[in-house]
């Protein structure tokens, strides 16, 4: 029994970061996750994780774009054209960004996290804690993954 | 500038099992997601993955256990009371779940996967490719969360 009905989120807080453009795509870059004031409670105890899962929404994406179905990876043109689920473009049909953060401070309702790819006032729908379940060991990747992922470790 | 409004979700699929209750938490089990008829062409390339990230929305939370800031993990009184950020409970302001399941099999619109901790007719959100990113070598834990990992490798 499916249950397609539309399904209504109300954010948890919002990003907050000096990063524009491109620049939010640098995971070295420090923002702030601010929480709403009526959810403080629940952050009790996160501290004693170093990394946390944030889920956000990409409103930067418009809603025509969201029905584009096919990209090449990075928007390069020597990568295959792939399924929008086979990669992890923002053009997808929902754009929620999910992003492993290194979680640096918290004060008050205020996370300050390193490498998180929103831009300011992005509305976070949820955080959570980096599990083992997370991590695939021995992943199976396809070859112009492999091939981005040693362009990237050839930068650093 | 927060963009606090409420945001609307269409689901691209939904889970169908037959694992009932309890069931569903054991990570041997297999399960499929049907994406929707007009969405089949953003699958093409995801073979390629071994595993996927599954977003998916836990309708069985009724809307006022959402707002349970607090939980002791897994239910057990003998661990800490946290923030429900500290920990992975389906009793979150907004009870997405994101779970790495593993790839078997992709045919027409339907994903076969292993690993998937949701019932049948579960609305899913996205499914996005695992990436290098998303895990953390080293990874900073709390002691209670130390203490549920070695009980789990115990019974294995």
Do not use: C
């Not at 409103?59 to 792939?82: C, E, S």
Request: glycine content about 8%; aromatic content about 8%.
């Amino acid at each position: 029994m499916p249950s397609l009905e539309k399904i209504v989120i109300s954010p948890i807080g919002y990003v907050k970061t000096k990063a524009i453009g491109d620049e939010v795509k640098d995971k070295s870059i420090i923002s702030q996750i601010v929480i709403n004031d009526n959810l403080i409670e629940a952050l009790d105890g996160i501290t004693g994780f170093s990394h946390v899962f944030v889920l956000f929404w990409m409103a930067q994406i418009p809603k025509d774009k969201r029905m584009i179905l096919k990209v090449h990876p990075r928007g390069r043109m020597d990568m295959p054209l792939l399924g929008v689920f086979a990669t992890r473009t923002n053009l997808r049909p929902n754009p929620i960004g999910l992003t492993l953060v290194e979680l640096l401070k918290v004060e008050g309702n205020t996370l300050t996290v390193r490498g998180l790819d929103a831009f300011d006032g992005t509305a976070v729908l949820d955080v959570k804690p980096f599990d083992s379940w997370d991590a695939a060991k021995n992943a199976g990747l396809p070859a112009w993954w492999k091939k981005l992922e040693q362009e990237k470790e050839q930068k650093l």
